[in-house]
């Protein structure tokens, strides 16, 4: 060190921070200085399931006793493999939250740390919303493999499993990962089944492609879906549009999900396009626009602040069939997983034995909602989300609604979005929360011509903290959709006569965006 006045000081993991202590080292000698620091307090936990079976899951630490973890900002959150460890945190009072997702109950504990001394916690966790047939998955998420993330991948994988998330897709910004031997190496395959998959990144928008099994030696992990082609001189021939992106994800790496992210980011792909939702897919730039996608991320960590959810109003108008995905996009530990969450029909719902090649059909299929915190069934005539129905014998149809959410969060509200993303029935829900299913009903509505239908439900202003306390209770489905006039076929309403802004935002968007307009004339 150079000769000169210091200041020493000592701080770590669940230890108070040491006095400042000055030291002065002189040219040629050695300099010593002694720093005390107080020893850490320690906290022991143990979670399980009803059963007594050791649960991944999270802990979220709150400061002081009795805090509302529902509303109260979280000073630390934790994630377990097996439900079990220690956890070093400053003496103080704090108040312990374990969780698993939003299909199992939460427990939460008053907690004192003392300096050298362990507290601990126990909590076993019910799973009481019945999801049965049904798996969750974050479809966009991000590690150390990502150029703007840090999080390692032995810490998502262990995140992931304590938050719920059973498939989920790794999207890396144009990597390719199978993060299998993570699970393995952590004894999470019963609970999780991840998903290789990429977001490819060009600056025009990004698309997520998944499931990626062509993971040869002979093509790169990075960059192996090209933005750009090169000619022998390593001179750049073209830039691959996203029709060109996702032929080659399909025929080089076997993927069967396309999906437009974030698509109106400012960098988005339907902003690079030229879609407008007034005026449609004949006004969009044909030289940048391609149909041959299945899935659109309209929800991105929770948010529709850019009118998403009108552009998928208006594809479904038009008669496209584009799944409705919902997803975290987290960069970082302090950004939650699943929040959103897709909730998609499987015939296996057991992480350890379910095939991935089910949850890309049921995603191709529309089989698909999705939530934060409350779960939906919806039929009609025995079809469920994502289906067809025809040949019923009157315009009168029934709609079966059911909505479960656990007794820690609230909901209040359900309503059916139809054609022209109209709202055409709605009902309060005062259910009292510590009854899992808040509404159970066969709701019947007469109807002229044929119709997509989409059930919303949640709650206008509870949140779903421990989990994120910044977003409502929410959850939407895809469609259903009902030939009326039985000629076995589902003909299109076609796009509003008027402005889209007529177009129902959700509940939780509390006012229609300003969405963007091009200088094609109104047809």
Same mark, same amino acid.
């Given at each position: 060190?150079?000769?000169?006045?210091?200041?020493?000081?000592?701080?770590? =993991?669940?230890?108070?921070?040491?006095?400042?202590?000055?030291?002065?080292?002189?040219?040629?000698?050695?300099?010593?200085?002694?720093?005390?620091?107080?020893?850490?307090?320690?906290?022991?936990?143990?979670?399980?399931?009803?059963?007594?079976?050791? /649960?991944p899951c999270r802990l979220t630490v709150f400061n002081g006793h009795d805090a509302n973890v529902n509303t109260a900002g979280a000073a630390l959150r934790?994630?377990?493999?097996?439900?079990?460890?220690?956890?070093?945190?400053?003496?103080? =009072?704090?108040?312990?939250?374990?969780?698993?997702?939003?299909?199992?109950?939460? *427990?939460? *504990? %008053? !907690?004192?740390?003392?300096?050298?001394?362990?507290?601990?916690?126990?909590?076993? /966790?019910?799973?009481?919303?019945?999801?049965?047939?049904?798996?969750?998955?974050?479809?966009?998420?991000?590690?150390?493999?990502?150029?703007?993330?840090?999080?390692?991948?032995?810490?998502? #994988?262990? *995140?992931?499993?304590?938050?719920?998330? =059973?498939?989920?897709?790794?999207?890396?910004?144009?990597?390719?990962?199978?993060?299998?031997?993570?699970?393995?190496?952590?004894?999470?395959?019963? $609970?999780?089944?991840?998903?290789?998959?990429?977001?490819?990144?060009? #600056?025009?928008?990004?698309?997520? !492609?998944?499931?990626?099994?062509?993971?040869?030696?002979? =093509?790169?992990?990075?960059?192996?879906?090209?933005?750009?082609e090169y000619d022998e001189d390593g001179k750049v021939t073209h830039r691959n549009q996203f029709a060109d992106i996702w032929d080659i994800a399909t025929?080089?790496?076997?993927?069967?999900?396309?999906?437009?992210?974030?698509?109106?980011?400012?960098?988005?792909?339907?902003?690079?396009?030229?879609?407008?939702?007034?005026?449609?897919?004949?006004?969009?730039?044909?030289?940048?626009?391609?149909?041959?996608?299945?899935? #659109?991320?309209?929800?991105?960590?929770?948010?529709?602040?850019?009118?998403?959810?009108?552009?998928?109003?208006?594809?479904?108008?038009?008669?496209?069939?584009?799944?409705?995905?919902?997803?975290?996009?987290?960069?970082?530990?302090?950004?939650? /997983?699943?929040?959103?969450?897709?909730?998609?029909?499987?015939?296996?719902?057991?992480?350890?034995?379910?095939?991935?090649?089910?949850?890309?059909?049921?995603?191709?299929?529309?089989? %698909?909602?999705?939530?934060?915190?409350?779960?939906? %069934?919806?039929?009609?005539?025995?079809?469920?989300?994502?289906?067809?129905?025809?040949?019923?014998?009157?315009?009168?149809?029934?709609?079966?609604?059911?909505?479960?959410?656990?007794? $820690?969060?609230?909901?209040?509200? !359900?309503?059916? #979005?139809?054609?022209?993303?109209?709202?055409?029935?709605?009902?309060?829900?005062?259910?009292?929360?510590?009854?899992?299913?808040?509404?159970?009903?066969?709701?019947?509505?007469?109807?002229?011509?044929?119709?997509?239908?989409?059930?919303?439900?949640?709650?206008?202003?509870?949140?779903?903290?421990?989990?994120?306390?910044?977003?409502?209770?929410?959850?939407?489905?895809?469609?259903?959709?009902?030939?009326?006039?039985?000629?076995?076929?589902?003909?299109?309403?076609? /796009?509003?006569?008027?402005?889209?802004?007529?177009?129902?935002?959700?509940?939780?968007?509390?006012?229609?965006? *300003?969405?963007?307009? $091009?200088?094609?004339? $109104?047809?």
């Amino acid at each position: 060190m150079a000769p000169g006045d210091y200041t020493l000081q000592a701080f770590g =993991e669940g230890r108070t921070d040491s006095a400042v202590v000055d030291v002065t080292v002189g040219a040629g000698s050695k300099a010593a200085a002694s720093v005390a620091i107080d020893p850490p307090g320690f906290l022991d936990f143990d979670v399980t399931d009803d059963t007594a079976t050791p /649960l991944p899951c999270r802990l979220t630490v709150f400061n002081g006793h009795d805090a509302n973890v529902n509303t109260a900002g979280a000073a630390l959150r934790h994630w377990s493999a097996d439900g079990s460890g220690t956890m070093r945190l400053l003496p103080g =009072e704090y108040t312990v939250a374990a969780s698993h997702g939003f299909e199992y109950e939460i *427990e939460a *504990e %008053n !907690v004192t740390i003392t300096a050298g001394d362990t507290a601990t916690f126990d909590a076993a /966790l019910e799973r009481t919303v019945d999801t049965t047939g049904y798996m969750t998955g974050d479809f966009h998420i991000h590690t150390e493999f990502s150029i703007d993330s840090t999080v390692p991948a032995v810490d998502r #994988i262990r *995140e992931l499993a304590g938050d719920g998330m =059973e498939m989920p897709v790794i999207t890396d910004h144009d990597h390719r990962s199978d993060y299998t031997s993570y699970a393995a190496a952590q004894g999470l395959t019963d $609970w999780i089944k991840p998903v290789t998959g990429s977001e490819v990144s060009p #600056i025009y928008g990004h698309t997520n !492609v998944w499931p990626l099994t062509g993971l040869s030696a002979t =093509e790169p992990d990075y960059y192996g879906v090209g933005l750009v082609e090169y000619d022998e001189d390593g001179k750049v021939t073209h830039r691959n549009q996203f029709a060109d992106i996702w032929d080659i994800a399909t025929n080089v790496f076997g993927a069967v999900v396309h999906q437009i992210n974030h698509p109106r980011d400012g960098s988005g792909w339907f902003d690079h396009v030229g879609y407008d939702p007034a005026l449609g897919v004949d006004y969009v730039d044909t030289s940048r626009w391609s149909p041959d996608f299945e899935a #659109i991320e309209v929800w991105n960590g929770g948010k529709d602040s850019s009118g998403t959810v009108l552009d998928w109003y208006s594809f479904l108008d038009q008669g496209f069939r584009f799944t409705m995905n919902g997803n975290s996009d987290s960069h970082t530990s302090s950004k939650p /997983l699943g929040v959103p969450r897709n909730y998609f029909a499987m015939p296996d719902d057991d992480p350890a034995t379910a095939d991935p090649d089910d949850m890309v059909d049921s995603i191709v299929g529309n089989r %698909n909602q999705v939530s934060i915190g409350a779960f939906i %069934n919806f039929s009609i005539e025995g079809e469920d989300i994502g289906g067809f129905v025809t040949g019923l014998d009157s315009t009168d149809v029934d709609l079966d609604i059911r909505v479960q959410a656990p007794s $820690w969060l609230d909901v209040n509200y !359900v309503r059916v #979005i139809s054609n022209n993303g109209q709202v055409i029935w709605d009902d309060a829900i005062s259910t009292d929360p510590s009854e899992i299913v808040r509404f159970d009903d066969t709701v019947t509505l007469s109807f002229d011509d044929d119709v997509w239908l989409v059930v919303e439900a949640g709650h206008t202003s509870a949140r779903v903290g421990p989990i994120d306390n910044g977003e409502f209770v929410w959850a939407m489905t895809n469609p259903i959709w009902v030939d009326i006039d039985g000629n076995g076929d589902f003909d299109p309403p076609g /796009l509003p006569p008027i402005a889209a802004g007529t177009y129902a935002m959700p509940k939780r968007v509390p006012s229609a965006p *300003e969405i963007p307009r $091009w200088s094609q004339p $109104w047809p």
